[in-house]
């Protein structure tokens, strides 16, 4: 049982080392991919083309005809 806990912990530490470089490598990747001009253009319509069809993000007035409006909780 110690054998295992013992190889556990140091496959963890080996591979949290290589894990860092690599883990590093792949954050880049999506950030260069996620701040294209064609992929932010991409994610804007698709964001209008859901709201359209859920109505989500639009105010929708209530039983008697007023807006609700959105209440965003303050941070203490």
Request: charged share 20%; aromatic share 6%.
């Amino acid at each position: 049982m110690k054998g295992i806990l013992l190889g556990a912990a140091v496959g963890y530490v080996l591979g949290a080392r290589a894990g860092r470089q690599r883990y590093d490598q792949i954050v880049r990747a999506y950030r260069s991919l996620a701040d294209h001009p064609a992929v932010q253009g991409t994610a804007g319509i698709v964001r209008a083309k859901v709201g359209e069809k859920t109505g989500f993000g639009r105010h929708q007035p209530n039983a008697n005809g007023h807006r609700r409006e959105t209440v965003i909780p303050r941070a203490n």
